[in-house]
């Protein structure tokens, strides 16, 4: 059974111009132990899908279909009978089965307090029954697993006497501080300077192999996900237009938005250098979009039928799927 499971969730926020809708009939799976990424640009509907799922949306924004399991029980907010009763059990699961690293963590965390006081909350919230020396003790064990030197002296520092880097290593130690099922890392490296950002991901490699949690990684930039996620869902105005294994993802790309992430990221390994390609034009507005193609104004392949709807996804393996008109027969025909 997959620790998550969304099912057909579309989320909108309404505002005096019209419904945005930011989150579109999007289904996807995380199981247990498993990395998954979801790649796109800002405003691709990645970061609004987990917010959704985590029970964050901005006061505008409303769930309007669909279905999010955590471990087999139903979670959406479509599920219950009250807003209260929602809110009450969005607070039992975040931190607790569900967690969430945020991009940047000056903002997370609060610069007037403690580590110990930000590190052992959570811990103390969520157990009881556990003592402030036990819970100081967790933290220091949580501070030493991902790579703080001297913990039981930092504890007792502020976030400002921490590199970007290490502040973001505290926000890993707090999300995993109750072992949660999920942990949700939104766009974890892009505060950092590149240097920083290759051991924070080398951190959540590791840690990947160490603890039990399912992890989702968000991220515009497909280098990041490819040494540590599983499997790869691509987004793109509010709809997931790929998924598939990391190797079928990055080694048989079938969806032309895809294959012009591909052309943005360098390869290292590569003996000649490819030259960059960056995508021409912008994401589009997903105020009152329509059921058709979301790529089709920046499509180099579109055709008429791109305008008129959407085809079926087409699953070329039991993990690899795209929607894409290009591999119907219509399209051959040149509609
Ligand atoms: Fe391009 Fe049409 Fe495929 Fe969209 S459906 S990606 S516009 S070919």
């Known amino acids: 059974m997959a620790m998550l499971e969304v099912k057909n969730l579309s989320t909108e926020f309404y505002t005096e111009n019209g419904a945005v809708r930011a989150v579109r009939d999007v289904t996807l799976h995380v199981e247990k132990g498993e990395v998954l990424g979801i790649v796109g640009e800002s405003g691709s509907g990645k970061s609004q899908t987990m917010f959704t799922v985590m029970g964050l949306l901005a006061g505008n924004g409303k769930v309007t279909t669909g279905s999010i399991k955590l471990n087999g029980e139903e979670i959406s907010p479509l599920n219950f009978a009250s807003e209260k009763e929602y809110t009450q059990k969005m607070d039992s699961i975040r931190g607790n089965d569900m967690a969430m690293i945020f991009q940047d963590p000056m903002t997370f965390l609060n610069p007037v307090l403690k580590i110990k006081t ?3 909350e959570p811990i103390m919230n969520h157990n009881p029954n556990i003592s402030k020396s036990e819970a100081v003790e967790r933290g220091i064990e949580l501070m030493r697993k991902v790579g703080i030197p001297s913990p039981e002296t930092r504890i007792d520092q502020y976030p400002f006497q921490f590199s970007g880097g290490m ?8 999300a995993l501080a109750c072992n949660p099922k999920v ?3 939104d766009e974890p490296t892009t505060a950092l300077d590149v240097t920083i950002q290759a051991q924070v991901l080398e951190l959540i490699a590791s840690l990947k192999d160490e603890i039990d949690s399912s992890i989702i990684m968000i991220t515009h930039d497909l280098g990041v996900v490819a040494s540590i996620c599983d499997r790869i869902a691509i987004m793109y105005g509010g709809k997931i237009v790929e998924e598939g294994t990391t190797d079928e993802i990055f080694y048989n790309p079938q969806h032309p938005y895809t294959k012009g992430l591909l052309s943005c990221v360098s390869n290292p390994e590569e003996k000649e250098r490819k030259e960059l390609k960056p995508i021409p034009g912008s994401p589009p507005d997903l105020l009152n979009i329509e059921n058709n193609c979301p790529f089709k104004d920046r499509c180099e392949n579109a055709m008429k039928v791109c305008a008129m709807g959407l085809p079926e996804a087409v699953e070329l393996t039991s993990t690899h799927k795209y929607t894409c008109w290009l ?4 399209a051959k025909k040149g509609a």
């Not at 502040?167 to 707090?174: K, L």
């Not at 591999?327 to 219509?330: D, K, L, N, T, W």
């Open 118 to 120: 930000q590190l052992i």
């Open 167 to 174: 502040r973001q290593r505290i926000i890993i130690a707090i």
């Open 183 to 185: 942990i949700i890392a």
């Open 327 to 330: 591999s119907h027969p219509y």
